[in-house]
């Protein structure tokens, strides 16, 4: 079937651009090949709606003048488009305390059971990974929980990393700007202590203190390539990024999830990510929250 600007589709709207089943095709085939990412032909009316803006940015009249663009190899063109393809198709839905579950176990198990067992030496240490960051949210979150429970703070040695392979999101999470409706379902207490809020030309802004931004640092990195850190980590974030991936995608990354993690290591997953019959290297403990076995 053919998608052509002359006729409408089931939803009663025209196609602005044609988008033919072999450019598709070819899009799908590129997402895997750059960054793992697996599009079945249900993604079709998504990946048309994520990529036109870069067509009408570009000034292409069709979706195979943009596939012949990511083929073309002359001046880096293809490159430099590459990463914008991965960056419009790639979803970046976050929120301060999404799936707040998690940071409450966070907060009531699993911070204790580490102050716990790492307190009694001289720099205890603690690393976190947060893997898939979009906008910077998710780290940002997980660093306020951890300055609120580890009451002697300064002793320790603690580093979050955040990654995603999106380099335009990363720019914002960097900032650590955003507006400031984004923060209208966090308590006043922790509005209060870890948001600043702008002021005149910014009044619509708030900006996360640099006590919580400079706990986390951001990463450019594709999940399915070799990932350069060494680990171990006592906490594993990686929420709602696996259901781009195929099944043996999955299964190798959960692999990898395990290796770098310590023992009892905990990996933390979206809402509707499964674990079932893809490894048997965890054990849940949690709705979405899964151990390491050692």
């Given at each position: 079937m053919?998608?052509?600007?002359?006729?409408?589709?089931?939803?009663?709207?025209?196609?602005?651009?044609?988008?033919?089943?072999?450019?598709?095709?070819?899009?799908?085939?590129?997402?895997?090949?750059?960054?793992?990412?697996?599009?079945?032909s249900?993604?079709?009316?998504?990946?048309?709606?994520?990529?036109?803006?870069?067509?009408?940015?570009?000034?292409?009249?069709?979706?195979?003048?943009?596939?012949?663009?990511?083929?073309?190899?002359?001046?880096?063109?293809?490159?430099?488009?590459?990463?914008?393809?991965?960056?419009s198709?790639?979803?970046?839905?976050?929120?301060?305390?999404?799936?707040?579950?998690?940071f409450?176990?966070?907060?009531?198990?699993?911070?204790?059971?580490?102050?716990?067992?790492?307190?009694?030496?001289?720099?205890?240490?603690?690393?976190?990974?947060?893997?898939?960051?979009?906008?910077?949210?998710?780290?940002?979150?997980?660093?306020?929980?951890?300055?609120?429970?580890i009451?002697?703070?300064?002793?320790?040695?603690?580093?979050?990393?955040?990654?995603?392979?999106?380099?335009?999101?990363?720019?914002?999470?960097?900032?650590?700007?955003?507006?400031?409706?984004?923060?209208?379902?966090?308590?006043?207490?922790?509005?209060?202590?870890?948001?600043?809020?702008?002021?005149?030309?910014?009044?619509?802004?708030?900006?996360?203190?640099?006590?919580?931004?400079?706990?986390?640092?951001?990463?450019?990195?594709?999940?399915?390539e070799?990932?350069?850190?060494?680990?171990?980590?006592?906490?594993i974030?990686?929420?709602?990024?696996?259901?781009?991936?195929?099944r043996d995608?999955?299964?190798?990354?959960?692999?990898?999830?395990?290796?770098?993690?310590?023992?009892?290591?905990?990996?933390?997953?979206?809402?509707?990510?499964?674990?079932?019959?893809?490894?048997?290297?965890?054990?849940?403990?949690?709705?979405?929250?899964?151990?390491?076995?050692?």
């Open positions: 053919v998608l052509t600007a002359a006729k409408g589709n089931s939803s009663g709207y025209k196609k602005e651009y044609l988008f033919t089943d072999k450019d598709f095709s070819y899009l799908s085939k590129l997402a895997g090949e750059l960054a793992g990412i697996s599009l079945s249900g993604k079709r009316e998504l990946i048309y709606g994520r990529l036109v803006k870069r067509l009408r940015a570009l000034d292409l009249k069709d979706f195979k003048s943009y596939c012949d663009l990511l083929k073309d190899n002359e001046n880096g063109a293809a490159e430099d488009e590459r990463t914008h393809f991965i960056n198709i790639t979803t970046n839905v976050t929120s301060f305390f999404r799936e707040n579950h998690h409450e176990f966070m907060a009531d198990t699993l911070l204790p059971e580490l102050i716990s067992k790492k307190s009694g030496a001289s720099q205890p240490r603690l690393r976190i990974w947060s893997a898939g960051c979009s906008s910077g949210k998710e780290p940002y979150s997980i660093a306020m929980v951890v300055k609120e429970c009451p002697d703070f300064e002793r320790w040695d603690i580093k979050i990393l955040a990654t995603d392979l999106d380099s335009n999101i990363l720019e914002v999470a960097k900032s650590a700007v955003y507006p400031k409706e984004h923060i209208k379902e966090i308590s006043f207490d922790r509005r209060r202590s870890w948001f600043k809020m702008g002021r005149g030309a910014n009044e619509n802004s708030i900006k996360v203190v640099d006590d919580i931004k400079n706990m986390v640092s951001y990463r450019q990195l594709n999940l399915t070799k990932w350069p850190m060494t680990g171990p980590f006592d906490i974030f990686c929420r709602n990024v696996t259901i781009y991936f195929d995608t999955r299964v190798s990354l959960l692999d990898n999830f395990a290796e770098y993690l310590d023992d009892d290591g905990c990996l933390f997953v979206g809402h509707s990510e499964s674990l079932f019959g893809l490894t048997q290297r965890f054990s849940t403990v949690g709705r979405t929250i899964h151990r390491k076995i050692r």
